[in-house]
């Protein structure tokens, strides 16, 4: 029995030896952890990266969908301005009324369907100028109007959506200059005065 357990033991022995010279040293260990922690975290920045692709593209394809038609609605406000141009020289002159009222009901329809698309008039007489809304094409003296108010409308503006199609071509009010003259005689006028006493 010594014997067989002796081999055993040296059986024991030999195996011990094997996998000591097999197993990796804690150098080879710790390398493997970190290039493992490397791996990992590639994956995870890849993976973010990849989720935030998904969204921008997400983004991107509803802003397409969104203003998709802002080309063909541009070259429609033309139609729309004519129409309007047609209607105002309509009522001054002596043509036929239910021409008028054809041309009325054709503005008044296109409206309709481009409005369900988006299109929106934007507001202009009355209002402060704003330059994101309205485009300036001149100054107009006025005592009744605020200054920088918008008193006069050249073409309308639209906005599709939430961005400005086209903008507005407004006259915007400013007060009515004083005469240089009579400023400059009033105070001739008190020097003279001054001189005088």
Same mark, same amino acid.
Do not use: C, W
């Given at each position: 029995? $010594?014997?067989?357990?002796?081999?055993?033991?040296?059986?024991?022995?030999?195996?011990?030896?094997?996998?000591?010279?097999?197993?990796?040293?804690?150098?080879?260990?710790?390398?493997?952890?970190?290039?493992?922690?490397?791996?990992?975290?590639?994956?995870?920045?890849?993976?973010?990266?990849?989720?935030?692709?998904?969204?921008?593209?997400?983004?991107?394809?509803?802003?397409?969908?969104?203003?998709?038609?802002?080309?063909?609605?541009?070259?429609?406000? $033309?139609?729309?301005?004519?129409?309007?141009?047609? /209607?105002?020289?309509?009522?001054?002159?002596?043509?036929?009324?239910?021409?008028?009222?054809?041309?009325?009901? $054709?503005?008044?329809?296109?409206?309709?369907? /481009?409005?369900?698309?988006?299109?929106?008039?934007?507001?202009?007489?009355?209002?402060? @100028?704003?330059?994101?809304?309205?485009?300036?094409?001149?100054?107009?003296?006025?005592?009744?109007?605020?200054?920088?108010?918008?008193?006069?409308? @050249?073409?309308?503006?639209?906005?599709?959506?939430?961005?400005?199609?086209?903008?507005? /071509?407004?006259?915007?009010?400013?007060?009515?200059?004083?005469?240089?003259?009579?400023?400059?005689?009033?105070?001739?006028?008190?020097?003279?005065?001054?001189?005088?006493?």
């Amino acid at each position: 029995m $010594t014997e067989n357990e002796n081999g055993d033991l040296s059986q024991d022995t030999d195996e011990t030896k094997a996998s000591e010279e097999k197993a990796p040293e804690p150098t080879e260990i710790e390398q493997l952890q970190k290039s493992l922690d490397e791996a990992n975290d590639k994956y995870v920045r890849l993976y973010a990266d990849y989720e935030n692709y998904k969204k921008i593209a997400a983004r991107n394809k509803e802003e397409l969908l969104k203003y998709a038609n802002e080309e063909i609605m541009s070259d429609v406000l $033309t139609v729309i301005d004519h129409l309007e141009l047609a /209607l105002q020289h309509a009522t001054g002159a002596e043509t036929s009324s239910s021409l008028a009222e054809g041309v009325e009901l $054709t503005l008044k329809e296109l409206k309709t369907v /481009l409005e369900k698309h988006g299109l929106v008039n934007i507001e202009a007489m009355g209002k402060e @100028f704003d330059p994101a809304v309205h485009h300036a094409m001149s100054q107009i003296e006025s005592e009744e109007a605020d200054e920088n108010t918008v008193i006069k409308e @050249f073409r309308k503006g639209y906005t599709l959506r939430d961005r400005v199609l086209r903008a507005a /071509l407004v006259g915007v009010a400013i007060k009515q200059s004083q005469p240089e003259n009579s400023d400059s005689t009033g105070s001739q006028d008190q020097t003279t005065t001054t001189e005088e006493q």
